[in-house]
């Protein structure tokens, strides 16, 4: 039987008994290599300094961190851990967090946040998820991955190692399936093709395979990308479709621009958004001690 996914096709079984007999990692890969924004380090380090500034108007960070169970002597591991606006939060309220990202332009931004609210309890480590190794790691009680694994191929793998680095509790975020239609709608405006992100499902899934039989909620957050202007817009949305640093040519430009100027919504400070483009991000967490592993 061929499944499409993405224009492509993955060989599965003919016979398909079970969950098990599904090749969702596959499909993950092979959906991930259809998106055209490459998840690496130089495209992290470039958008840092704007993600900080973004992050100071979303409800997004404090939604996640609410979520997550702490304690005074809780250890917490944060991969991917960006700008800190999550790392943060937790680490107010635990012993300890060390920070993991492969960029060190969040990590040096981590860090200031830190030193700004006088936070001294936590590590930083510069590495991908992938190339950390967890006898030098170590486990800790909660794990988190906010918004940081959607890049990430083989995740079956990452996710085994991720699971085996908690002692308690673990906590990601991917991205839902309802909640690209702002990009949608940019995508047809530019005349490019839209690809649908590989989404939670996926990850449920792989996880249901490996005997996690994880908590899936939708996160409720309100807080929808801010632009402060026309430009700031144009940045972000040409960031996010994966253009940024490719030549954009003057007409897809005036193509972009006329979407954003005709679609925007000016706030009262200013500042402008789009309607459609509405934050989709699901929570996956488990505790280890329900878990039935295979
Ligand atoms: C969207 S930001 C999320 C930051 C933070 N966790 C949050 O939710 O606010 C994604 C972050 O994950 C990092 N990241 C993405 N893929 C990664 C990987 N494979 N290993 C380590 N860090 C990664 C990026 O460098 C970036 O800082």
């Known amino acids: 039987m061929n499944i499409k996914i993405g224009g492509g096709k993955i060989e599965q079984k003919n016979d398909i008994e079970s969950i098990e007999d599904i090749k969702w990692n596959e ?46 002597d ?13 790392t943060l939060k937790v680490a107010k309220q635990v012993k300890h967090v060390t920070a993991v990202d492969m960029s060190n332009e969040m990590l040096k931004l981590v860090e200031e946040n830190a ?11 510069q590495s991908t998820v992938e190339d950390l190794d967890p006898e030098l790691v170590g486990q800790h009680d909660v ?8 890049g990430i191929y083989n995740l079956k ?40 992100h590989p989404d939670y499902i996926y990850v449920c899934n792989m996880l249901y395979q490996m005997g996690i039989y994880a908590n899936i909620e939708m996160l409720d957050c309100e807080s929808r990308p801010v632009y402060s202007d026309l430009e700031d817009a144009m940045d972000r949305c040409t960031w996010k479709l994966g253009w940024n640093g490719k030549e954009i040519k003057p007409e897809d430009k005036t ?19 789009y309607p459609t483009n509405n934050p989709d991000w699901v929570m996956i967490w488990w505790k280890k001690e329900d878990c039935d592993y295979r």
């Open 27 to 72: 499909m993950w890969n092979h959906a991930l290599k259809e998106m055209p924004s490459k998840n690496d380090k130089k495209r992290w380090d470039k958008i840092a300094s704007k993600f900080n500034e973004w992050m100071k108007t979303d409800d997004y960070p404090q939604n996640f961190a609410d979520k997550v169970h702490k304690k005074p």
């Open 255 to 273: 193509k972009l621009e006329k979407f954003l100027k005709e679609n925007a919504v000016q706030r009262e400070d200013g500042t402008i958004d």
């Open 74 to 86: 809780y250890t917490v591991l944060d991969l991917g851990c960006g700008n800190g606006s999550i």
């Open 143 to 150: 794990v988190i991955a906010s918004r940081s694994l959607g």
């Open 115 to 125: 030193e700004n609210e006088g936070i001294s309890n936590i590590k930083y480590i």
């Open 157 to 196: 793998d990452e996710l085994k190692k991720i699971d085996g680095l908690a002692k308690n509790y673990v906590y990601m975020t991917i991205w839902g399936a309802n909640g690209r239609r702002f990009e949608r709608e940019l995508c047809n405006t530019m005349g490019t093709e839209y690809h649908q």
